[in-house]
């Protein structure tokens, strides 16, 4: 936790300096691009689904789950476990 009389040892960063040279663009379908090359779909025919205004919640809902549950389930369990 950051007490205010640390936060002067804090410098203000421009969203460019943070990013790095990684680049992102909105998502388009309800599927995720998985690290072995294959789609990982977040629901049912997700890849059948745009991604729009109206469906946008239900998508970040999806993913957060994907990356929380199926992508970091063992290192939670450890951490649950005090490993």
């Not at 300096?17 to 789609?39: H, I, K, M, Q």
Request: aromatic residues 8%; glycine residues 10%.
């Amino acid at each position: 936790m950051t007490v205010w009389s640390e936060a002067g040892r804090h410098r203000p960063a421009a969203i460019s300096e943070l990013s790095g040279s990684r680049g992102w663009s909105p998502p388009r379908r309800f599927g995720v691009d998985a690290p072995v090359c294959t789609v990982v779909e977040l629901r049912s025919g997700g890849v059948d689904f745009k991604v729009t205004l109206e469906n946008v919640e239900d998508y970040v809902e999806l993913m957060t789950e994907f990356c929380l549950e199926r992508g970091i389930r063992r290192q939670m369990e450890a951490l649950r476990l005090g490993i």
